[in-house]
Structures are given as C-alpha cells and as structure tokens.
C-alpha cells in the first residue's frame, strides 16, 4: 500500500522521469494558463483563441529563464510577458491594415511596384544588404534586425539581451553605418534612408 500512496519525488513516479524544468512549466501553465487568457482579453479586447496564442507566447519566454532560476516573481514575469506578447501583436496588426488600407486607397501603386525594372532593382537592393548583414558581427546583425524588423525600441532589445540601451543603440548605428557603407561601394546607386 506504501508504494501505491508515493510522493511524486520518489524514484519510483513517473514524474521522475520528467526534468524538473518541465514540471515547473507544467505547473505554472496550470496555475496561470486561465487567468492570462482572461486578462488579455478583457485588458485588450482579444479572441479567446489570440490570448491563448499569446499566453503560450509568454510562456516560451519564460521557459529559458526558467530553467537558469532567472526569474522571482513567476506570475509577475507573465504577465509582464503577456502585456509585452500582447503590444507586439497589436502592433504588427496595425502595421498589416495600414499597409492593406494604402494598397487599397491606391491599386495603381502596387502594379507599379511590380515592373521588371524594380523587380531586379530590388533583388539586387536586397542582396547588397544581405552581403552587409552576413559580413557583420552576428550580436549586432542580430541587434539591428530586432529593431528594424521587429520594431523593438532600444529599450526592449536591452532588456531581453542584458544590455545597456546605449550599447543597443551604438550596435544598431555601426550596423546601419555598415549597411549604407555597402550600398555607397556600389557606386551609390541606393543612397538614402535604410
């Protein structure tokens, strides 16, 4: 009868088979999954199904950190990473519509941007840059696509990098310095704005 009545830390569960990182995960999924869905929904007006989407987000977040014992405040750390999940979410969505709602404002734009010409301008545009970011240091290609392409402010990559916002800053210059340095080696035939 003994056996039958184990604690889940004795040898003989089967929960020992299961790293300990992975029951933590469990256990807070279970603890908080609810609750967070319920927040972002009713703190920003999302589908069921999108706060689930996000939660699970801010639980993949954690996870590394997790493991590391890098985090306090566990349910204080998702709901920050839920908030944060949420804002990326609702910002790229805007970002979408205004771009349908300018193709759809004026159709011409989009044939135009379709010639033969500009297809090959752009190719060429595009590898110009990807030789730029592939000869960089991988920290800073990295810094400058998270916030180029992923539209983080200095602030955020700091936080998530462990890094000071100025550092962030500086990378992303060298890196965009680095970019306009390519395209003016090529006869600069792509000046302007990156």
Known sequence: MATALASPMTPDS?????????RDLDFYYREYQQELCRYAVSKFGLSYSEAEDLV????????????????????AFLYRSVHNATIDALRKGQVRESYAQSVQDDPDREQDSRSPERVAAGRQFLGLISRALWNMP???RRLLLMNRVDGLSYAEIARREGLSATVVKKHVAKALAGCQEALRVNGGKYGGEI
């Open 138 to 140: 991988h920290k800073r």
């Open 14 to 22: 089967d929960d020992r088979r299961v790293p300990e990182i992975e």
């Open 56 to 75: 699970q987000e801010a639980f993949a977040r954690m996870a590394p950190q997790l493991q590391q014992g890098d985090i306090e405040h566990v349910r």
